[in-house]
């Protein structure tokens, strides 16, 4: 497979995973409605940083212990539990807020860890580089080694900064067009989203 082919497979491939809308994706929409563009390029820095990790990983050969039974079962757990708390959060906030007392931007570093937990602790993000994902780093091993598995993750990571930085800035703005009365029920309404994803992990991951 010429490098042309190649890079276009694996945009295709990725972008079914990144354009998903998944946790990562509302909370993006709601801060971003605060921070604007700086959200989707702090959480892009975040997903990154757990996802090339995991990447890295997989290529080493470290696919037989990420894949134990435990480990899987923690980062379901882990992740629903997580997952609920910032729903109800969420809803709380939705709930509280006046117009004097809206919610104010969040530090960067906030930011930062907001998009580290909800891309480690997201299973499904696991699974999916456990099933399609590793496929895509064997074929990147054939195809150039580790150089290969490198060339792989560029071809794709770019699409994320795209779609999470264009996503905040959209919120940003749609959250001055819409009235405030509007902003909370949509708020409230990805909170509900936020913990219905977190009862699927936790309700996946206990095989209820």
Not at 57 to 72: C, D, E, H, K, Y
Not at 167 to 178: R, V, W
Request: net charge positive; glycine share 12%.
């Amino acid at each position: 497979m010429d490098p042309l082919n190649f890079a276009i497979t694996v945009i295709i491939l990725t972008a079914s995973g990144a354009l998903a809308p998944g946790p990562l994706f509302f909370v993006t929409i709601t801060h971003g409605a605060r921070s604007g563009t700086k959200t989707g390029i702090t959480f892009s820095l975040a997903h990154t940083l757990i996802e090339f990790s995991l990447v890295m990983l997989l290529a080493f050969g470290l696919l037989s212990v990420i894949n134990q039974p435990t480990v899987r079962l923690f980062f379901g757990v882990a992740g629903g539990i997580v997952l609920m708390v910032f729903g109800f959060m969420q809803i709380r906030s939705s709930l509280n807020q006046t117009k004097e007392s809206q919610p104010g931007q969040l530090s960067t570093r906030g930011l930062f860890v907001i998009g580290l937990a909800l891309t480690g602790l997201n299973p499904y993000f696991i699974i999916w580089w456990l099933t399609v994902g590793a496929n895509l780093i064997f074929l990147s091993l054939e195809f150039a080694g580790f150089l290969g598995v490198i060339f792989m993750y560029i071809c794709h990571v770019w699409v994320d900064y795209v779609w999470l930085t264009l996503i905040a800035g959209l919120a940003k703005k749609s959250a001055k067009i819409l009235e405030f009365r509007w902003y909370r029920v949509l708020i409230g309404v990805f909170g509900a989203v936020l913990i219905y994803f977190g009862l699927a992990f936790l309700f996946g991951a206990l095989g209820l």
